[in-house]
């Protein structure tokens, strides 16, 4: 028997792309994969196509909060790598209260559930927003949490717990705090699919105050390497930044995308900033590299170009009803 894994929210963007890859040609040997998925918007069995016939593959629709659902896979599986999250900022804004039962209390339900059943091994996944806003230099993973968000509140709340689950019981519990990602299949709402698709219908995309807030850019291939590498080769109890040393200004972002869409500066139309709009996020992914042996691959200007394509050629995927 190989190592069972569970992946929770394994139908979203980042947790459907490390899925693939596990059971894809470049993947480990002998892993069985089981996706733990609500299919809330911004979960999509298509993101899973071709999967099903593979025998190391089952998928499970459920929410991680069913705590006696999440008690029955724990105790057929080795180890959890939990993607599950509800992620977007500005929903948070509008609502925290589905982050803190998503991302906190599901947490504290697969955590429990983890000790309860002898889990090898729990990789949470988590971003790098927890650390609030660098003006200068990067966070390291021993920096204090300063979240200004209920999204990244709730973040926070779920990596505090997981280490706790570590430091009281003894479980094997690594985090990675990721970059910003991008890449094919993340749902139209975050800043790269919602102006690439936008631009490809000709309409007009919404940047946020002057557009100078900083962030790093990381491909979502490369963050599934990253959390590969944590699962495979990290330490129990230790947290790991997941970047690129890739900055850019929300400005320099959309006139890439504006050139990669072949799309004139015009269709800009700037919007009253978010609430709490952290300036930059910045990771010092040292350790990850030095311990794990973590090194980003994709060159960011080609990764868009790539997205970008396959958004022109998956226009019945971005185009449901509920999108």
């Known amino acids: 028997m190989g190592t069972r894994i569970l992946v929770t929210g394994g139908a979203g963007f980042v947790g459907s792309t490390y899925t693939r890859m596990l059971l894809g040609p470049e993947g ?57 999250a509800e992620s977007h900022v500005d929903r948070s804004t509008r609502s925290g ?9 599901g947490t504290q339900i ?14 949470h996944v988590s971003t790098d927003e927890v650390y609030g806003s ?20 709730s973040k926070a709340s779920a990596d505090h717990l997981a280490l706790a689950h570590h430091r009281t019981h003894g479980l094997d519990v690594r985090i990675s705090r990721c970059a910003n990602n991008y890449g094919p299949r993340q749902f139209p709402e975050k800043i790269v699919p ?17 557009g100078s807030q900083v962030r790093e850019w990381l491909h979502v291939d490369d963050h599934c390497r990253g ?8 330490r129990a109890g230790r947290v790991y930044n997941l ?9 320099e972002l959309t ?3 504006l050139e990669a869409c072949e799309a004139p500066a015009e269709r800009v139309r700037h919007v009253e900033d978010r609430k709490g709009h952290d300036s930059r996020y910045s990771v010092d992914w040292s350790r990850a590299h030095d311990e794990v042996g973590y090194l980003p691959r994709r060159d960011l200007r080609q990764g868009l170009a790539e997205t970008v394509d396959w958004y022109r050629k998956n226009e019945a995927w971005w185009k449901r009803p509920e999108q």
Do not use: M, Q
Not at 196 to 203: A, E
């Open 110 to 123: 697969l955590l429990e559930a983890a000790v309860r059943h002898g889990i090898a091994t729990f990789v």
């Open 255 to 257: 006139a890439l995308l």
């Open 28 to 84: 480990p040997d002998g892993v069985e994969i089981t996706v733990l998925d609500k299919l809330t918007y911004a979960g999509n069995p298509e993101n899973l196509a071709g999967l099903s016939s593979d025998p190391r593959f089952t998928f499970v629709r459920g929410d991680v909060c069913d705590a006696r659902l999440v008690a029955s896979l724990a105790d057929r599986h080795d180890e959890i790598v939990h993607f599950a």
């Open 97 to 105: 209260t589905p982050f803190v039962t998503t991302n906190v209390l």
């Open 243 to 251: 970047g690129s040393g890739v900055e850019l200004t929300n400005k």
């Open 134 to 153: 660098v003006d200068l230099g990067a966070w390291t993973e021993e920096a204090p949490l300063a979240p200004t968000t209920p999204y990244s509140a």
């Open 227 to 234: 959390v590969e590498l944590i699962r495979t080769r990290g």
């Open 194 to 210: 919602l102006f690439i698709t936008r631009l490809l219908k000709g309409l007009t995309v919404p940047l946020y105050g002057d």
